[in-house]
C-alpha cells in the first residue's frame, strides 16, 4: 500500500519558536489531512486541503497542499506549551483510501 | 453532542485469547472506520463501513479479525486468536456522508490499547 514520509519524527523546542513538519508520498492524493493527537485521545482534524498549491491558516497554524499532489506541510508559529502533542498528516487518493503517516512528536519547552 | 467512544480504553490477554472492541459512533454517522497503531508507526487502516456495509476491508491483516455493525450503529473488532503482533491501540473513527468537508472530517475515538502476552 501507499506509505507517508513524515519527518521529523520528534521535536524539542523553545515557547515562542516556529515549527515545520512535513509529509511526502510516492502516490498522489486528492486531499491532504493534518491532525493533532494529545495523551490519552483520538487524533482531532487541524486542517483539511483539496487542492495543490492550497494555502491554508487555522490561527497559528499553516498547511499548504504541494504542487505535485505528493508532498505537505504544516507550520506552526510561535509555539506554545499546549502545542505539545503528535502531529500526524494523511492523506486521501482517488479510491477514498486514508493513509496516515508515522506521526511527529512535538515536545514545547517554556 | 457525544463524541466516538470506544470500550475497553485497555485491555491486557494471553497470545491465544479472544478479544472484543467496541465502538460507539457519533450518532448521525454514516462512516465508521477502524485503525491501529503500533507504537511508533503510522495509523493504519484496517477497513470502513457505510451504515452497516463493508466499504473497504483491504487493511485488515488476516482472516483473526472480524468487524461487524448490526444495524448500522455502533461496531465491534474481534480478534480471534490473539497474536502478539496484534498489540498496538485501535483507532475507531466516523464521519459524516454528504459534502467534502464533512466526509474527510473523521472524528476519532480515544483508542483502545490492546496488549498480547
Known amino acids: 500500500g501507499q506509505q507517508l514520509n513524515q519527518s521529523p519524527q520528534s521535536m524539542f523546542i523553545q515557547e515562542g519558536e516556529d515549527v515545520s513538519m512535513n509529509c511526502t508520498s510516492s502516490?498522489?492524493?486528492?486531499?491532504w489531512l493534518w491532525y493533532k493527537q494529545d495523551p490519552g485521545e483520538g487524533p482531532v482534524l487541524l486542517i483539511a486541503l483539496y487542492k495543490a498549491g492550497e494555502l491554508t491558516s487555522n490561527g497559528r497554524l499553516t498547511a499548504q497542499f504541494g504542487i505535485t499532489r505528493k508532498d505537505s506541510f504544516l507550520n506552526i508559529s510561535a509555539s506554545i506549551p499546549s502545542d505539545v502533542g503528535i502531529y500526524f498528516c494523511a492523506g486521501r487518493n482517488t479510491g477514498n483510501q486514508f493513509y496516515f503517516g508515522t506521526g511527529t512528536s512535538l515536545t514545547v519547552i517554556p | 453532542e457525544a463524541g466516538v467512544t470506544q470500550f475497553p480504553s485497555h485491555s491486557v490477554i494471553e497470545k491465544g485469547q479472544t478479544v472484543t472492541l467496541r465502538c460507539d459512533p457519533i450518532s448521525g454517522h454514516d462512516n465508521l472506520y477502524w485503525y491501529r497503531r503500533v507504537m511508533g508507526k503510522e495509523i493504519k487502516f484496517l477497513l470502513h463501513?457505510?451504515?452497516?456495509?463493508?466499504?473497504?476491508e483491504s487493511g485488515m491483516p488476516n482472516n483473526r479479525f472480524l468487524a461487524e455493525r448490526t444495524g448500522g450503529t455502533y461496531s465491534t473488532l474481534k480478534v480471534q486468536p490473539a497474536e502478539l503482533e496484534d498489540s498496538g491501540v485501535y483507532f475507531c473513527?466516523?464521519?459524516?456522508?454528504?459534502?467534502?468537508?464533512?466526509?474527510?472530517?473523521?472524528?476519532f475515538g480515544p483508542g483502545t490499547r490492546l496488549t498480547v502476552l
Open positions: 502516490s498522489i492524493f486528492n486531499t
Open positions: 473513527a466516523s464521519s459524516q456522508t454528504g459534502s467534502r468537508s464533512s466526509y474527510n472530517e473523521q472524528f
Open positions: 463501513f457505510v451504515k452497516e456495509s463493508k466499504q473497504d
